[in-house]
């Protein structure tokens, strides 16, 4: 069974970056891709970064130059760096995982993700 917890949520002040930590246990295949949602209150969960083992990986257009996704296969972790927060990033954020094979730009849509964490909330005050 896969279990995936993220943490490094909280309340910052625009301008300021966080560092988001998804630890995942389980059997995890070396085939995998793992991603980054996020979701802010009444609306749609969206995909914010998602990475592969084979390096692809996928920025969504909102956070490109300003988060980075990474991931320590050693160490089981998920990580998503986030710079210059703005209010607009206030979301619960979700990792998520899946186990197929896939190549080049990975997917950055929910519904191609098996596994998800609870969340951790980010909160960016102007």
């Known amino acids: 069974q896969v279990q995936l917890v993220e943490s490094g949520g909280g309340s910052v002040q625009a301008g300021d970056s966080l560092r988001l930590s998804c630890v995942y246990t389980?059997?995890?295949?070396?085939?995998?891709?793992m991603g980054w949602f996020r979701q802010r209150p009444g609306g749609q969960r969206e995909g914010v970064a998602s990475?592969?083992?084979?390096?692809?990986?996928s920025v969504s257009d909102s956070v490109k130059g300003r988060f980075t996704i990474s991931e320590d296969s050693d160490e089981h972790t998920l990580y998503l760096q986030m710079s210059s927060l703005k209010p607009e990033d206030t979301a619960m954020y979700y990792c998520?995982?899946?186990?197929?094979?896939?190549?080049?730009?990975?997917?950055?849509?929910?519904?191609?993700?098996?596994?998800w964490g609870q969340g951790t909330q980010v909160t960016v005050s102007s």
């Open positions: 998520a995982a899946d186990f197929r094979t896939w190549y080049g730009d990975t997917p950055l849509t929910p519904s191609m993700y098996t596994y």
């Open positions: 389980g059997t995890i295949p070396s085939r995998h891709y």
């Open positions: 990475v592969n083992q084979y390096g692809g990986s």
